[in-house]
């Protein structure tokens, strides 16, 4: 379930495909990876297709519109996404070498694009002030069911701060995920759980997480560790909460007696 982009080059990248590899996950997810002055031009006639930028400078012009996105860190800047239905075509100029994100599922609702800003984008905080803080990370949504009811997909990003964990308390939830890591330093690492299994995930690793198995996550101290997720509706039953792990459950509790440790 744990998979490496070993050959990770200029030009997109598959992490999964509807009709061949992880299919189950019911997407097609790759990075376009561009030279400097790059342009690629993509229209998809009965897919929705989000494009997040990862890093880098570009253009993207649609439906009549040209804006301008930069992104230097996915760690420090929140991100920049561009949301299209199917049959409407994107131009991406790249005026540095510059990586996005696409993601795209079947849909044939009609829906307005929308670009999604840093401002829109904004950093929440998750795992306050409960387990000593072991479980404090950030969370960008950029957009899910509550925001894009007309979407097939779910699409946002998890900053996991040094030896700590995320996706915590364990979770499931029937429709499949995809996680993309990347750390702060190429060295990092640290380890995802998908139900009994545990997986050593590192820079450029990607997660294929089927339907209804838990899958908390751990970064090794010292290493940030950033992670794009993205869910598939399944069709009468969309994403729209976690569903906590019964043997878990009672780490919700902010009056939980949670053991401390031996005092040395």
């Not at 450029?204 to 560790?225: C, D, E, K, R, W």
């Not at 949670?258 to 005092?263: R, T």
Request: proline share 6%; charged share 30%; with cysteine.
């Amino acid at each position: 379930m744990l998979y490496r982009l070993d050959n990770y080059d200029y030009g997109y990248n598959v992490l999964t495909e509807m009709d061949g590899k992880h299919k189950e996950m019911m997407m097609d997810i790759g990075i376009y990876k561009f030279r400097k002055d790059e342009k690629i031009k993509l229209k998809e006639p009965s897919k929705e297709m989000a494009l997040l930028l990862l890093e880098g400078t570009v253009i993207m012009k649609w439906n009549g519109i040209k804006h301008k996105m930069e992104r230097h860190s996915l760690f420090d800047d929140e991100p920049w996404c561009l949301h299209l239905p199917r049959n409407l075509e994107v131009e991406v100029e790249a005026l540095e070498e510059s990586e996005v994100l696409i993601q795209k599922t079947d849909n044939d609702r009609a829906f307005e694009p929308k670009l999604y800003t840093p401002e829109d984008c904004k950093t929440e905080i998750f795992g306050e002030e409960v387990l000593g803080e072991s479980s404090r990370r950030l969370v960008r949504t950029i957009f899910d069911y509550k925001i894009a009811p007309y979407s097939n997909m779910v699409i946002g990003e998890v900053i996991n701060l040094p030896g700590r964990w995320s996706s915590y308390p364990p979770h499931h939830h029937p429709q499949p995920e995809v996680y993309l890591y990347r750390f702060t330093k190429p060295q990092g690492f640290g380890a995802a759980f998908v139900g009994d299994e545990v997986y050593k995930v590192v820079d450029n690793s990607f997660l294929a997480i089927p339907g209804g198995y838990v899958h908390p996550q751990v970064t090794a101290p010292g290493y940030g560790m950033y992670y794009c997720w993205m869910i598939r509706h399944l069709d009468g039953n969309p994403w729209t909460d976690r569903v906590m792990d019964e043997d878990h459950s009672w780490l919700l509790d902010p009056k939980a007696e949670v053991w401390s440790g031996i005092q040395v």
